[in-house]
């Protein structure tokens, strides 16, 4: 038994593969305040509580758990969008904690993220080709024609017709307006992209064709994908590994394969006694699993991680 962040260094050195990102004790609280003329912080809301794991080149690692676990939140902090409370997030061998604004401007052209609301997260006053080619302005890259060009290419790239740049978002379904914020992600040619549950406001039918233009964006283009989601399925058919995140906390770590096949912590089971099976005689006679009572103690109690396979990780309580 190890310290997740000493063995996922370890694993990473024996397997070696090619670290994109590496996250180190990362913790994001936040305050409860008090007091009606003046505030004070009375407790934290500990959202990211001393997360590690490592993101390897050309993979897509899955992130899991229900709602409220961090997740989310995790993915935020990581980019920078949330200052994270401590530890330390290493994109390409930097320290993204230790940079300044310039810095990470920088490195924000490798790093992307793909939001949860495909509406809330496009500017309704802006029409497809200023919002796609935002990130351009932003970082002063081509000229007009060249910027116009590439709007036309992107949205050709993510199944949209090019003529569509005068139009709103408003004037869009769900499914397009996905495709436009996986369009502006892909502007600055990033290497590494955040997708924070990109599908789960989107129709059945619509989320297998966005999950099909990640993975053939990122085998055309050689993406990473730090994909966020509760949708277990959706996890197993497009992820390499996966991350059980529970309190903020990650309690298990693996292979997908592995950790769907041989769950070991109790909320992982959990998870996965709760996926639907589609056969109605299979799903009729199945018993899901209760919560068990004592599955607070993994996150109030010191825990520790056991190797239980090469790459599978689970969280344990440090006395047992």
Same mark, same amino acid.
């Given at each position: ?58 993979? !897509? ?15 935020? !902090? ?145 993406? !990473? ?96």
């Amino acid at each position: 038994m190890t310290n997740l962040a000493a063995m996922s260094d370890v694993l990473s050195k024996a397997d070696n593969k090619d670290v994109i990102l590496s996250v180190r004790n990362l913790k994001k609280y936040f305050p409860i305040t008090a007091g009606f003329l003046i505030q004070r912080t009375v407790d934290y809301v500990r959202a990211v509580d001393d997360v590690s794991f490592d993101v390897y080149r050309g993979e !897509t690692l899955g992130l899991v758990g229900e709602s409220g676990s961090g997740k989310s939140t995790t993915g935020r !902090t990581l980019l920078q969008l949330y200052e994270p409370t401590g530890g330390n997030v290493y994109f390409e061998g930097k320290d993204l904690t230790k940079l300044d604004g310039p810095g990470l401007r920088k490195l924000r052209r490798d790093m992307q993220m793909i939001f949860q609301d495909p509406y809330a997260s496009l500017n309704p006053r802006m029409n497809v080709g200023r919002i796609v080619a935002e990130p351009l302005v932003v970082h002063g890259m081509g000229d007009e024609k060249e910027r116009k060009d590439r709007v036309a290419y992107l949205l050709e790239k993510v199944g949209l017709n090019p003529y569509f740049v005068n139009r709103y978002p408003h004037e869009f379904s769900g499914g397009q307006r996905q495709r436009i914020g996986i369009a502006r992600a892909l502007a600055l040619d990033p290497s590494f992209i955040v997708c924070d549950e990109p599908i789960s406001a989107l129709d059945v039918s619509i989320q297998a064709q966005v999950v099909n233009l990640l993975q053939d964006l990122q085998e055309e283009l050689g993406l !990473t994908y730090l994909f966020i989601a509760h949708d277990l399925s959706m996890i197993r058919y497009i992820c390499d590994r996966v991350a059980v995140m529970y309190l903020g906390k990650i309690v298990e770590i693996g292979p997908t394969d592995e950790v769907y096949d041989n769950p070991q912590h109790p909320y992982t089971q959990l998870l996965l006694s709760a996926v639907p099976i589609p056969d109605p005689e299979v799903e009729k006679g199945r018993r899901r699993k209760d919560r068990p009572d004592d599955l607070r103690e993994y996150i109030e109690q010191p825990t520790v991680y056991k190797e239980v396979s090469p790459g599978h990780l689970v969280a344990t309580i440090a006395s047992s």
